[in-house]
């Protein structure tokens, strides 16, 4: 199966195969590995070698001599990396973060909640171990404060919101957030999502899509009268959310935007990108 749409470089490269338990013990060498992400040591002498690659997460115990899968699908590894109190995390597009810690052998799921975000970089604090900073594939940065299971911007990314964006959120939250994700990220990345053709995912409001392409009137007509793509984006006004409801999200959903998705919103879009 083939990746459907490149949503990163790492994740448009390979084939989405997921691997049989037999295939955890199957060895490969340097020269055999997949593209490499990232790279991460465990542990002291004899220490582990753990590497991100585009087919899978993989770890040596021989100095890299050979090398086995250590998470059981061969799915995009974007980062790995060690922090300073002795754990090692990876992301891994379709199941999100994970982490090992200590002298364990097995990767603990943390968080599958980052939306469409991948994270290509990630470090943590020497004082806090709950601490963690990220960078997405679009060179923003998030952060975590409570060891990688809720992600945010920092919070000097944030706008101050306006009266209009304030009511905005909160319908947000309350209609929105579960498909469109914290912060407008978009819908969490799974495997469906990522490789059947037909699966149409609540895309990210923030900058980093195309809702910035789209002017106020079309934001504000596609929330009343959904999409005629997916049923999935309904006609909010069926349910009681009015004009001045749908300009408030609107609102709230610019405050996401950086001042060149404002200055370019919507047919301006076009040449903005030459």
Known sequence: MKLR???HASLAACSL???????L???????????KMGVAIQGRAPAAIHAATEKGLYVSRDQGKTWTISYPY???ATTV??????????????????????EERMWT????KLGAQVLTHLSGSATNP???AGLNQFGRIIVSNDGGANWQRLPSDYKP???????GKKIFTQRCQSCHGVDGVGETFTTQALTDKNYISAPALDDSAHAWHHTDDALVKTILDGSPRTEKMRAWKKEGVTEEDARDLVAYIKSLWGQRALDCQGPKHMQCGK
């Open 5 to 7: 749409k490149p949503v």
């Open 109 to 112: 799921p943390i968080s599958n």
């Open 17 to 23: 195969i997921l691997l049989a338990p037999v295939a």
């Open 25 to 35: 013990a199957q060895g490969l060498s340097l020269q055999e590995l997949p593209k």
């Open 81 to 102: 990396a060690s922090t300073p109190d002795g754990a090692i995390y990876a992301f891994m597009a379709g199941k999100g973060l994970l982490r090992i810690q200590g």
């Open 130 to 132: 709950g601490q963690l």
């Open 74 to 76: 061969r799915l995009p």
């Open 161 to 167: 919101l306006t009266e209009a964006g304030k009511r």
